[in-house]
């Protein structure tokens, strides 16, 4: 079993819908969760980074960590063509992130 | 430049070779990653530097890779007698220090270096 779990998608949507990501881990001493996204032959960039249980907003982008079920979403709202990428799930210590691996997402105009 | 920089952008080799990785990190990040992406499996941790030294070689997949940096800076991912299976991206990344928040901080990614073996 892999430490992260990331469901591997493809995933459509039209444009302007609310588009749910989500991951699972098992390692209990994660701390960092972070969720980046990465276009065709680009490497990953950082969209949102939490070290808490909850909710942190960022725009149309809201990630979620549930500790107690080791559970990690990323939503976005008002989805558009541009948001159209591999986003990744990641969690971990203060040495070492792992990464789930990835879910493509296209946005259709 | 601003950002992390590595090259070759693109390697193809004959299985059987060695190829040299390099990555330039962020001037004054001190922590840097090593992070293997093959198609449909995410990143692969590989190997975390602290400064010049590696205090986490754990994801090294064979005695066939080795790593190094240099100066606190610039790192070479090294691979020996290279296979077919060890086709893949190899990202490179960096993070500023965060000993005192304990956290990793931010990973700033390269574009990778894209290795194919024939």
């Known amino acids: 079993q892999k430490e992260v779990e990331q469901d591997p998608g493809p995933l459509s949507v039209p444009e302007g819908a609310i588009v749910s990501l989500n991951c699972t881990y098992s390692?209990?001493?994660?701390?960092?969760f972070m969720w980046y996204r990465q276009y065709s032959r680009k490497g990953p960039e950082l969209l949102m980074y939490?070290?808490?249980?909850g909710n942190k907003e960022d725009g149309r982008f809201t990630a979620q960590v549930d500790k107690s079920s080791k559970y990690i979403s990323l939503f976005i709202r008002d989805s558009q063509p541009s948001d159209s990428a591999t986003y990744l799930c990641a969690a971990g210590s203060a040495r070492q992130l792992t990464f789930g691996s990835g879910t493509q997402l296209t946005v259709l105009p | 430049g601003a950002g992390v920089s590595q090259s070759p952008s693109n390697k193809v080799t004959e299985k059987g070779k060695d190829v040299e990785l390099r990555c330039d990190p962020i001037s004054g990040h001190t922590a840097l990653y090593w992070y293997r992406q093959s198609l449909g499996q995410g990143l692969e941790f590989l190997i975390y530097f602290q400064g010049n030294s590696a205090p986490d070689k754990s994801g090294l997949p064979s005695d066939r890779f080795s790593a190094e940096r240099t100066g606190g800076s610039v790192s070479t991912l090294t691979i020996q007698r290279t296979q077919q299976e060890d086709s893949a991206v190899y990202l490179c990344?960096?993070?500023?220090?965060?000993?005192?928040?304990?956290?990793?901080?931010?990973?700033?990614f390269g574009e990778g270096s894209r290795l194919t073996v024939l």
């Open positions: 990344a960096s993070s500023p220090n965060m000993v005192l928040a304990g956290g990793p901080g931010e990973l700033f």
């Open positions: 390692n209990s001493a994660f701390q960092y």
């Open positions: 939490t070290y808490s249980s």
